[in-house]
């Protein structure tokens, strides 16, 4: 039972940085790995990062390359997400998304629970 809130709606000129963030809320968000996936344009949903319940264990889509970066709060159960050197590639509708496992997750599959999604926008 947990409810995922987004927050952090962006539009940034490319080579910007912005940040989002996830609200996590029930009795057992402390047990679940969150973590985000993005949907372009025409595009399939793809993932982008994770973490894990304890906040010691990352996963990163292929495409991050370094430029974002996961953390999490367990004290107020928020996730955020802080992408840097953006491009207009990444513009993208953005998911929070957690899953029962504590350990780090890549795959739509495993996700139990989704959020609305947050829309990021990069562009000239």
């Known amino acids: 039972q947990v409810q995922l809130v987004e927050s952090g709606v962006g539009s940034i000129q490319p080579v910007g940085s912005l940040r989002l963030s996830c609200a996590a809320s029930?009795?057992?968000?402390?047990?679940?790995?969150i973590g985000w996936f993005r949907r372009a344009p025409g595009k399939e949903r793809e993932f982008v990062a994770s973490i894990s319940a304890s906040g010691m264990s990352t996963s990163y889509g292929a495409f991050v390359k370094g430029r974002f970066i996961i953390n999490r709060n367990n004290v107020n159960n928020t996730v955020s997400l802080r992408m840097s050197t953006l491009r207009p590639e990444d513009t993208a509708v953005y998911y929070c998304?957690?899953?029962?496992?504590?350990?780090?997750?890549?795959?739509?599959?495993?996700?139990?629970?989704w959020g609305r999604g947050t829309l990021v926008t990069v562009s000239s």
């Open positions: 998304a957690a899953a029962r496992t504590s350990a780090v997750f890549v795959d739509e599959s495993d996700i139990d629970y």
């Open positions: 029930g009795r057992t968000e402390s047990s679940h790995s």
